[in-house]
């Protein structure tokens, strides 16, 4: 990728960091859809990775502000449950807006703030193994350890995807998102797109929608930010 091509596919507006317009994806069959330079970073890892029995499939990839929000509503509502980092289900009816911000956090993006709006980052599994596991797919820590079906795509991804431009942002806890194993970002253009992210802009978009804990995030929007988008990493 040439550095004047790099430079226009990092140059996102903030529509499209916040996931409000897909004018910045290429769609990807009829579920999925990343930054074309993405796209054809993965085709070419998800190529070598079959030569080495590794059946690398999209689990999720672009989602809209409208996506995350819903989740987050439900959510909040109470119709999806709050899981703890050991993907248990949590009782929340006794947490503060603040404890029940985390709580969703650990597992669910903020609207506008989800790194899945910027085309650059995707959840991936192996497909075929999950099949012959016979039960349908989670995406929980325990699919990707030694006992799950998707455990050599782990081992590969430890040792391979680097090599095609791709890290694991949430590889480790650090206070903020559960580990996910599973989740990918092509370094060259989404550690870029941080750079020019404007948080004031984020929060006029969520102080103009229907979100619960408006008031509370809105307050906490740069802790947030930093400790679940970047996983409290100076990327």
Known sequence: MSSATLVSVTQLSAPSWMGLTQAHIQPIGEHHGLIPHV????????????????????????????????????????????????????????FNELEKIHAIMTWSALPGASRHHWGTD??????????????????????????????????????NAERFGFYRPYKHYNGGVAPEAWHLSYGPISKSIIKQLDLSKLAEQLASVEIGGKQTILKHLDQLFAQYTLNGITQ
């Open 39 to 94: 796209n054809t970073a993965f085709e070419t890892m998800q190529q070598a990775a079959q030569k080495d029995h590794i059946d690398m499939q999209l689990a999720s990839s672009f989602r809209s502000f409208d996506r995350q929000l819903a989740i987050w509503q439900k959510k909040w509502l109470g119709s999806l449950p709050i899981n703890d980092i050991h993907s248990q289900a949590l009782n929340t009816s006794d």
């Open 122 to 159: 995707l959840d991936v599994y192996d497909k075929k193994a999950v099949e012959r596991f016979g039960r349908p797919l989670q995406l929980i820590s325990t699919e990707y350890e030694q006992s799950g079906p998707c455990y050599p795509l782990h081992c590969w991804l430890e040792e």
